[in-house]
């Protein structure tokens, strides 16, 4: 194992350091692992906060600023925060209005947010709940019940902190955020696994030739093992699994993101996307919106997930609106 770090025990508090060290318009609070927006909590707006394990950077704490998240969260790598951790990041985004949960469906991620919500109501915080699930590759998985929280995360948290950022009350922030997840459908290929630090050993196997469809972020299997093939035939795969699920058709805008795993070259990124964008266009779908880079990683895992969302004139508005984070920043 190669990896640029100290101390497999220190990995995250170690790049929390630097996060500071990087990000000084940030708070990072070392004891809790949480990134907080400089600025929080904003009175009278939503807070809006999201977190889960490390090593899917630039998700959570890449997200958080002005537009988007208020805090995020973060865990062991792949091993959801604690209930205390939660409540800790709640508490210091709480504004008067209430505070809302981004939460991936990850059965450890849903249990320990849902208890950090009834702590937050216990000190008299409103808290709302969004849970993404928008994979389509697999249901009810080794990690959850139902189906996965992966790139339409992304979608989630912008949209969500863009309205949050207007003064829109508790409700109609969670409303926004579960309509985004409701719009958003992913679905990954990894052409490698990846290394958990603190175990040092691949996360699954796979043959020199091998390829694993429908991977989670955390190295899940997915629905098949196969040979690798071109880019093409693995972006028609991708493409055609998203539409199969019936939230896209002819007419619809989309906004496309091509992730990046963590180990995929940007050639390789755009080459796909190229594909994507061939492929809809085929069907009269139009990209509306586009994203191609690292923003929903497994560690050092080469492949991509590709997440399409439907768009409507709200999606597309607050998608556009402002943003000033680490892992996005647009429109300031």
């Known amino acids: 194992m190669k ?44 807070g809006v906060i999201s977190g889960g394990g490390s090593g899917h950077e630039p998700l959570h ?13 973060a865990g062991e790598v792949f091993t959801s925060p604690t209930p205390d951790q939660i409540t800790a990041a709640t508490t210091a985004v709480a504004g008067g209005a209430g505070v809302l949960h981004i939460v991936k469906n990850y059965t450890g991620d ?26 389509v590759a697999v249901q009810d998985s080794l990690y959850t019940a139902g189906r996965r929280g992966t790139g339409g995360t992304v979608v989630v948290e912008k949209v969500s902190g863009a309205l949050a950022a207007t003064g829109a009350d ?40 091998e390829i694993e469809i429908g991977i989670g972020i955390h190295g899940e299997p997915g629905r098949e093992r196969r040979p690798i093939g071109p880019a093409s035939e693995l ?41 994507v964008a061939k492929l809809l266009g085929d069907r009269g779908i139009t990209v509306a919106r586009r994203l191609v880079g690292n923003y929903v990683t497994s560690l050092e895992m ?23 984070t680490p892992g996005l920043h647009w429109g300031v």
């Open 3 to 46: 990896k640029l770090i100290n101390d497999p025990a220190d990995v995250v508090v170690d790049a929390l350091r630097g996060v500071a060290a990087a990000h000084p318009e940030l708070r990072v609070d070392l004891e809790n692992r949480i990134v907080v927006r400089g600025d929080a909590p904003v009175q009278s707006h939503v």
């Open 61 to 73: 704490g890449g997200f958080v600023g002005p537009g988007m998240l208020d805090a995020a969260v």
């Open 110 to 135: 849903v249990l320990n947010f849902q208890l950090a919500a009834e702590l937050a109501d216990d000190e008299g915080i409103k808290v709302e709940t969004v849970l993404v699930d928008d994979d």
């Open 170 to 209: 508790l409700d109609e922030v969670a409303a926004i955020g579960r309509r985004a997840n409701q719009a958003s459908r992913s679905f990954g290929i990894a052409l490698t696994p990846c290394i958990v630090p603190a175990a040092g050993t691949p996360t699954f196997e796979l043959g020199p030739d």
């Open 235 to 275: 972006a028609a795969v991708a493409t055609q699994a998203i539409l199969d699920d019936g939230t896209l058709d002819r007419g619809d805008e989309a906004l496309v993101i091509v992730n990046g795993m963590g180990g995929t070259p940007l050639i390789e990124l755009y080459l796909v996307f190229g594909e």
């Open 302 to 324: 080469s492949g991509f997930m590709l997440t399409l969302t439907k768009l409507d004139a709200d999606l597309t508005r607050l998608w556009d609106a402002p943003v000033n």
